[in-house]
C-alpha cells in the first residue's frame, strides 16, 4: 500500500507515502486517481485494477471510502499508485474531494484520472467534471468506466452507443472508456458468464491505463 490519508470530517493535506515504488524503468508510478459519485462502486473499481481486495466495498450504494487511500498495481511492466477517494456526494462537500484531486496532482502529478459511473443517468456530473478540468491539465488523460453491466443485455458496449452523446452535450468527454463489472472474485463464483466479464473487464481497464501511462510522468 502506498499511503492512507485520514480524512475526520475534513481531509488531511498530507500526500506523502509510507512506501514509494519504482516502476519498470526506475521511474516512479504512474499515478492513477480513480473518482465517481459516492456508492458507484469506486473501491471495486479499485479492486478490480488492482487484482486484491486492497480498498473496503459493500454491494450497496451507500458512503463506502471515507478516506483517501493508495494502492500499488503492477501489470504490463509498469507500476502504478492507484488513488482511491472519498465519493461526491457523500460525507464531503464537492469543493472538498476536488482539493483532495488538486493536491494530488500539485504533490504528486496525475499521469491518469479514471471517471467511475454506474449505468444510471444520476451519476453524471457535469459540473463536477468541468470543476476538475479546470484543476487538472487537458494533456492528463481522462477515462471514463461504466460499471453494474454484468446484466446488461445484448453487448455491454450498447450502453455507450445509447448513452454516449448524452454525456457529450453535457461537455463530459473521455480520452476512452470501457463498459465493465466490478463484481468481486468472491460474487462471481460459479457464475461462469459472470466470471469471463469480470476478467474481461479487468483487461480493458488495465490496457487502458497500460496505454495511457506511456514514457514520462505528467
Given at each position: ?202 483487461e480493458a481497464v488495465r490496457g487502458i491505463l497500460a496505454r495511457r501511462c506511456e514514457g514520462a510522468k505528467r
Amino acid at each position: 500500500m502506498c499511503f492512507s490519508s485520514k480524512t475526520n470530517g475534513t481531509h488531511s493535506k498530507s500526500l506523502e507515502p509510507a512506501q514509494q515504488g519504482q516502476n519498470s524503468n526506475g521511474q516512479n508510478p504512474y499515478i492513477v486517481v480513480v473518482f465517481g459519485r459516492t456508492g458507484v462502486g469506486v473501491s471495486s473499481l479499485v479492486n478490480l485494477i488492482v487484482g486484491s481486495p486492497v480498498a473496503q466495498w459493500h454491494g450497496d450504494t451507500r458512503p463506502c471510502t471515507q478516506q483517501t487511500m493508495a494502492y500499488t498495481a503492477a501489470f504490463a511492466g509498469k507500476q502504478f499508485c492507484v488513488y482511491d477517494i472519498p465519493g461526491y456526494g457523500g460525507g464531503f462537500t464537492d469543493t472538498e474531494i476536488t482539493e483532495i484531486i488538486q493536491d494530488i496532482k500539485s504533490k504528486k502529478g496525475i499521469d491518469m484520472l479514471v471517471y467511475c459511473l454506474r449505468k444510471k443517468r444520476d451519476t453524471m456530473m457535469p459540473s463536477v467534471f468541468r470543476e476538475i478540468r479546470h484543476v487538472v491539465p487537458q494533456k492528463v488523460p481522462m477515462v471514463g468506466v461504466v460499471t453494474e453491466l454484468e446484466r446488461q443485455e445484448g453487448s455491454v458496449e450498447s450502453w455507450w452507443t445509447k448513452n454516449g452523446e448524452t454525456l457529450e452535450k453535457m461537455g463530459i468527454t473521455f480520452d476512452e472508456h470501457a463498459c465493465v463489472t466490478t463484481l468481486a472474485a468472491e460474487e462471481v463464483t460459479g457464475n461462469e458468464r459472470f466470471s469471463e466479464f469480470r476478467l474481461q473487464s479487468q483487461e480493458a481497464v488495465r490496457g487502458i491505463l497500460a496505454r495511457r501511462c506511456e514514457g514520462a510522468k505528467r
